[in-house]
């Protein structure tokens, strides 16, 4: 298996891009399939930090799906610079939709 996450005593790489401001010590791999990341500070998809609201209630809902108690959020967005949270979306319903790769929530909305 190819290793994504490389680390050194100062810095992180996803691949070969650096992780900006990742905290070596604190560093882990969340979701190693969603190459989904974590340090004592953020969240990273890959080499780009999402705006997480809520640190500790941030969980994947389905692939690319995740949230936390605020929002809901498309983490692949962050990988062309766009907004991730998914306005309109209720993170308190928000669910996968079964064998399907989206998610839908109370009122029926669907990214």
């Excluded at 930090?49 to 605020?70: A, L, N, S």
């Excluded at 962050?78 to 109370?106: E, H, P, W």
Aim: glycine fraction near 4%; charge should be neutral.
């Amino acid at each position: 298996m190819i290793k994504v996450f490389i680390l050194d005593d100062k810095n992180i790489f996803y691949t070969d891009e650096q992780i900006p401001g990742a905290d070596v010590s604190s560093f882990e791999v969340v979701d190693e399939k969603s190459n989904v990341s974590k340090d004592k500070n953020s969240y990273y998809y890959c080499s780009y930090r999402i705006p997480v609201k809520d640190y500790m209630t941030f969980e994947q809902i389905k692939g690319d799906y995740w949230k936390d108690k605020y929002h809901v959020y498309d983490i692949s967005k962050a990988f062309y610079g766009q907004d991730c949270i998914l306005t309109g979306m209720d993170s308190q319903t928000a669910k996968a939709v079964r064998d399907r790769n989206y998610i839908r929530d109370k009122n029926g909305k669907c990214p």
